[in-house]
Protein backbone atom coordinates (compact mmCIF):
# COMPACT_ATOMS: atom_id res chain seq x y z
CA UNK A 1 0.00 0.00 0.00
CA UNK A 2 1.25 3.78 -0.74
CA UNK A 3 1.69 5.54 2.06
CA UNK A 4 1.84 9.18 0.09
CA UNK A 5 -1.98 9.36 0.96
CA UNK A 6 -1.71 9.72 4.74
CA UNK A 7 -1.55 13.41 5.59
CA UNK A 8 -0.89 14.75 9.01
CA UNK A 9 -4.16 16.94 9.90
CA UNK A 10 -2.07 19.32 12.15
CA UNK A 11 1.05 19.79 9.74
CA UNK A 12 -0.18 18.21 6.48
CA UNK A 13 2.68 16.93 5.75
CA UNK A 14 3.12 12.95 4.61
CA UNK A 15 3.30 10.25 6.99
CA UNK A 16 4.11 6.83 6.86
CA UNK A 17 1.19 3.82 7.80
CA UNK A 18 3.75 1.49 10.59
CA UNK A 19 2.57 -1.97 11.97
CA UNK A 20 4.89 -4.92 12.99
CA UNK A 21 5.25 -7.70 15.41
CA UNK A 22 6.29 -5.35 18.48
CA UNK A 23 4.75 -2.27 18.36
CA UNK A 24 0.93 -1.23 17.68
CA UNK A 25 -0.20 -0.08 14.13
CA UNK A 26 0.24 3.83 14.09
CA UNK A 27 1.21 6.79 11.84
CA UNK A 28 4.64 8.25 11.91
CA UNK A 29 5.58 11.38 10.79
CA UNK A 30 9.04 11.09 7.95
CA UNK A 31 12.58 11.60 9.12
CA UNK A 32 13.47 15.20 9.92
CA UNK A 33 9.60 16.46 10.23
CA UNK A 34 9.08 19.53 12.13
CA UNK A 35 5.68 18.93 13.50
CA UNK A 36 4.89 20.63 17.18
CA UNK A 37 0.82 19.12 17.05
CA UNK A 38 1.60 15.24 16.78
CA UNK A 39 5.26 14.67 17.92
CA UNK A 40 5.03 13.25 20.84
CA UNK A 41 5.47 9.30 21.50
CA UNK A 42 2.74 7.24 23.39
CA UNK A 43 2.93 4.48 25.97
CA UNK A 44 1.66 1.24 25.90
CA UNK A 45 -0.16 2.89 29.04
CA UNK A 46 -1.85 6.00 27.54
CA UNK A 47 -2.70 4.25 24.24
CA UNK A 48 -4.85 1.46 26.72
CA UNK A 49 -6.26 4.13 28.44
CA UNK A 50 -7.54 5.84 25.70
CA UNK A 51 -9.16 2.66 24.20
CA UNK A 52 -10.55 2.09 27.49
CA UNK A 53 -11.80 5.46 27.82
CA UNK A 54 -13.59 5.36 24.54
CA UNK A 55 -15.32 1.92 25.76
CA UNK A 56 -16.26 3.63 28.46
CA UNK A 57 -18.04 6.14 26.70
CA UNK A 58 -19.70 3.76 24.36
CA UNK A 59 -22.13 4.38 22.73
CA UNK A 60 -21.62 7.86 22.95
CA UNK A 61 -20.30 10.00 19.84
CA UNK A 62 -16.80 10.54 21.18
CA UNK A 63 -13.96 10.93 18.96
CA UNK A 64 -10.35 10.13 19.87
CA UNK A 65 -7.60 12.45 18.90
CA UNK A 66 -10.15 15.37 17.36
CA UNK A 67 -7.91 18.14 16.18
CA UNK A 68 -8.73 21.78 16.80
CA UNK A 69 -7.54 23.79 14.39
CA UNK A 70 -8.41 26.42 16.19
CA UNK A 71 -6.27 25.76 18.87
CA UNK A 72 -3.56 23.59 17.16
CA UNK A 73 -4.29 20.90 19.94
CA UNK A 74 -5.74 17.75 19.76
CA UNK A 75 -7.03 16.28 23.11
CA UNK A 76 -6.69 12.42 23.46
CA UNK A 77 -11.18 12.24 23.62
CA UNK A 78 -13.52 14.90 22.86
CA UNK A 79 -17.39 14.64 23.65
CA UNK A 80 -19.37 17.28 22.78
CA UNK A 81 -17.37 20.26 24.84
CA UNK A 82 -15.85 17.82 27.29
CA UNK A 83 -12.16 17.33 25.98
CA UNK A 84 -10.02 14.62 28.17
CA UNK A 85 -6.43 14.54 28.32
CA UNK A 86 -5.12 11.21 29.88
CA UNK A 87 -1.34 12.44 31.22
CA UNK A 88 0.73 9.11 31.73
CA UNK A 89 4.38 10.86 31.01
CA UNK A 90 5.25 13.91 32.75
CA UNK A 91 4.73 17.38 31.20
CA UNK A 92 5.75 21.31 32.17
CA UNK A 93 3.72 22.73 34.47
CA UNK A 94 3.90 25.75 31.47
CA UNK A 95 2.42 23.18 28.92
CA UNK A 96 -0.16 21.59 31.00
CA UNK A 97 -1.28 25.62 32.12
CA UNK A 98 -0.99 26.54 28.47
CA UNK A 99 -3.52 23.47 27.35
CA UNK A 100 -5.83 24.28 29.98
CA UNK A 101 -6.37 28.22 29.14
CA UNK A 102 -6.74 27.67 25.57
CA UNK A 103 -9.00 24.76 26.29
CA UNK A 104 -10.98 27.55 28.52
CA UNK A 105 -11.20 30.06 26.57
CA UNK A 106 -12.32 28.29 23.20
CA UNK A 107 -15.08 26.81 25.62
CA UNK A 108 -13.80 23.41 25.89
CA UNK A 109 -14.00 21.53 29.45
CA UNK A 110 -10.40 20.28 30.33
CA UNK A 111 -10.67 17.07 31.78
CA UNK A 112 -7.26 15.90 33.31
CA UNK A 113 -6.94 12.47 34.12
CA UNK A 114 -3.82 10.75 35.50
CA UNK A 115 -1.52 7.64 34.85
CA UNK A 116 -0.19 5.55 37.37
CA UNK A 117 3.42 7.05 37.44
CA UNK A 118 1.66 10.95 38.12
CA UNK A 119 -1.05 9.84 40.93
CA UNK A 120 -0.58 10.66 44.23
CA UNK A 121 1.52 8.78 46.32
CA UNK A 122 3.77 10.08 49.49
CA UNK A 123 5.24 13.21 47.33
CA UNK A 124 2.61 14.63 44.93
CA UNK A 125 4.16 15.51 41.24
CA UNK A 126 3.25 19.24 39.91
CA UNK A 127 0.73 18.01 37.62
CA UNK A 128 -1.38 16.04 39.86
CA UNK A 129 -2.09 19.21 42.29
CA UNK A 130 -2.35 21.02 38.87
CA UNK A 131 -4.88 18.59 37.63
CA UNK A 132 -7.03 18.62 40.71
CA UNK A 133 -10.75 20.17 40.15
CA UNK A 134 -12.81 22.03 42.35
CA UNK A 135 -16.44 21.35 43.37
CA UNK A 136 -18.94 21.55 46.06
CA UNK A 137 -17.59 18.31 47.27
CA UNK A 138 -13.94 20.09 47.93
CA UNK A 139 -11.14 19.62 45.68
CA UNK A 140 -10.90 16.15 43.87
CA UNK A 141 -8.57 14.47 40.89
CA UNK A 142 -9.19 11.45 38.12
CA UNK A 143 -6.36 8.72 37.57
CA UNK A 144 -6.39 5.50 35.75
CA UNK A 145 -5.17 2.11 36.01
CA UNK A 146 -5.69 0.30 32.68
CA UNK A 147 -4.34 -3.14 34.30
CA UNK A 148 -7.55 -3.00 36.69
CA UNK A 149 -9.44 -1.00 33.46
CA UNK A 150 -10.49 1.64 35.97
CA UNK A 151 -10.99 4.98 36.80
CA UNK A 152 -9.73 6.54 40.38
CA UNK A 153 -11.58 9.34 41.89
CA UNK A 154 -9.40 11.39 44.57
CA UNK A 155 -12.00 13.00 46.78
CA UNK A 156 -11.84 14.95 50.06
CA UNK A 157 -8.04 15.91 49.38
CA UNK A 158 -6.99 18.11 51.98
CA UNK A 159 -3.50 19.19 53.33
CA UNK A 160 -2.05 19.10 57.20
CA UNK A 161 0.93 20.74 58.25
CA UNK A 162 1.80 17.62 59.76
CA UNK A 163 0.88 14.90 57.66
CA UNK A 164 1.02 16.28 54.27
CA UNK A 165 -1.86 15.83 52.10
CA UNK A 166 -4.56 13.27 52.60
CA UNK A 167 -7.11 11.89 50.21
CA UNK A 168 -9.79 9.30 49.63
CA UNK A 169 -10.30 7.04 46.57
CA UNK A 170 -12.83 5.43 45.02
CA UNK A 171 -11.78 2.76 41.90
Known sequence: MKDNRFHC????????????????????????AECSTFSDGETEEHLAAKAYLYDWFDPLPVKIECFLPELTQRP???YQQLVIEVQCSPISLTDFSSRTEG????GYQPWWILGLRLQPKKIWHTIAKASCMYDDQGFNLWGIDVGRQCLIHYTAIDWHYQYGVGYQCTW
Not at 9 to 32: L, S
Open 9 to 32: PGCQEQVTWKRGPKRRAHFAHRKN
Open 76 to 78: DLK
Open 103 to 106: YLKA
